[in-house]
């Protein structure tokens, strides 16, 4: 994109000429009291040379050995200036080449170009069209044949569309003023209340009053980015502009509905923009917070900001609405099995700017249940992610749920959203039990030497063990057998169980040629018994 260059502005071409001395001096009063105005800036405005009023509204502006620009080529038009909203001007000659770029505060140029030959005349040209509707503040850069102005301007709302028009005749609309030919600088004067005032000078020394005008109405001017905002993702950017201010930051009270005290936020200067300052004031639920900006809303709240300029008698402010975000819950209708995996609870509520977000679980089993906790993720814009265990015992702490076991049982997630202040349910989940499934390494077992690998699987088992019986037909009373886990994600459990002839004892079962030995698993969830069955001979 096109950037329009920044060039300082002089009444014509300007050379820089050897140091001199610097001795004015005089008072700066009330045109309409004649009193003198105290605290009043007066500088040069071809020198980095300033001075304040005293108390009877006196100063002398002093520097020996500054150095100052001398009057150079004078420009081939009239001085332009300001006005309304506009940028005025005048071709002296009987044609002048006029190029014209408009910028944003970036110095990016966002309008069309002007660039046409105009006869002697005065012209009006207007920055503001459909296109800087919502900027309200840019730079227009003029180009009268070798001569460059810059300028910062407003849109008052004066009305009329962007372009450039032909006004009345230079010397009856009174607009312009001819470029003094001996001036070697201006004294600019300020002060709090009034109008800012300029004096070309011929010389750097000798007596210059200089008269201010009150201010006809507020200088400072307040805005927002957006007319509305949502969730707390998007910060609000409060933009102050008042030309009164110099410093390096400016101090807003930002106030809502929900926190009619507020905060104090101080904004930063904007880099190439007189008088303008900017910054981003965050929004939260849960609380306000000066030193981060935050101010805390809820939905539906009116969110205003408060600037009190040094210059205004009363404070300017603007204001804008608030809405919060209907928060997401996930998982919905798939099924959980078992108790060795977790449900993943995943809520996004961009409202929400703390690192931990609380659902309430409950099941068939625990109907009361318990406030879950969610973690948010860095940089995720309002996710937040949990797990939830299921036990066939009881519920403990926040994040382990009771659940029937030996029936299926419906799990409730709801999120109590507070901007809007609703509750949010998760869709339909339903636990399941899993059945137990168990396999023998081998249909049939030959002598004492041999031995009998018993695999289990059951993923409702939260323990390290599981216990089967193993009977013959020899010992239908038999033994118990204690399987242990082998790791994992699956709960799969193994043991081993030899065989004799002689007595059953632990880990070994009583046999006789030709017997048949069962294995048997009582599954509790669900309620069931799962066997296996092998041969054995003694050859």
Known sequence: MKKCIVIMLFAGILSFALPQSINLTGSVKDSATLKGIAGAVVALKGLPLSTATDSSGGYALTNSGAAHFAPGKVSPAKTPI??????????????????????DLLGRIIAPVVEKKLDRGSYRFNPFGKGLSAGRL?????????????????????GGGYGLS???????????????????????????????AAKPISSYSGLNDV?????????????????????????LVVTVVDSDRSGAAVPVT?????????????????????????????????????????IRVSDGDRVWALY???????????????????????????????????????????DVTDSVLMV????????????????????????????????????SGDSILAVMGATSDTISIVYHDQTPRQDVAAGLC????????????????????????????????????????IVSRKDPVGIKDTLRVTGGTIRNFIGTVGFTTGTSRPGFISVQDGDSVVVSYLDDSPIQTVTQSAMWSSK
């Open 82 to 103: 300001v006005k309304q909203g506009c940028v005025c001007f005048g071709i002296i000659g009987n044609s002048e080449f006029v190029h014209i770029d408009v910028c």
């Open 166 to 196: 032909r006004t009345a005749d230079f010397g009856a609309s009174g607009e312009f003023a001819k470029p003094a030919a001996l001036a070697i600088d201006t004294i600019v004067v300020t002060a709090a209340g009034y109008a800012a």
């Open 254 to 294: 930002v106030r809502s509905t929900t926190d009619p005290a507020g905060i104090v936020a101080s904004l930063g200067k904007v880099p190439g923009a007189a008088g303008t300052y900017s910054d981003s004031v965050f929004f939260s639920i849960s609380k306000s917070d000066s030193v981060k900006r935050t």
């Open 360 to 395: 309430s679980v409950a099941s068939k089993k625990d109907k009361t249940g318990f406030s879950a906790r969610l973690r948010s993720v860095n940089g995720s814009n309002g996710d937040f992610y949990g797990n939830l265990w299921f036990s066939l015992k009881a519920s």
């Open 211 to 235: 008269l201010l005008a009150a201010a006809p109405g507020r200088k400072a001017i307040i805005s927002f980015d957006n007319g509305s905002y949502q969730s707390c993702i998007v910060p």
């Open 138 to 158: 840019c730079f227009v850069k003029l180009g009268l044949g070798s001569a460059e102005f810059l300028f910062r301007v407003l849109d008052v709302n004066v």
């Open 430 to 469: 339903v636990w399941l039990p899993v059945l137990a499934t168990m396999f023998l390494d081998s249909a049939a077992y030959h002598g004492t030497g041999s031995a009998m690998t018993i695999n289990l699987s059951d993923d409702d088992i939260a323990d390290s063990t599981a216990v089967v019986g």
């Open 308 to 350: 009190a300029g040094a210059s205004l008698p009363a404070k300017d402010s603007v204001s804008t609405a608030w809405t919060g975000v209907t928060g997401i819950v996930q998982p919905g209708g798939s099924p959980i099995l078992g108790v060795v995996h977790p449900l993943l609870i995943h809520v996004w509520d961009s």
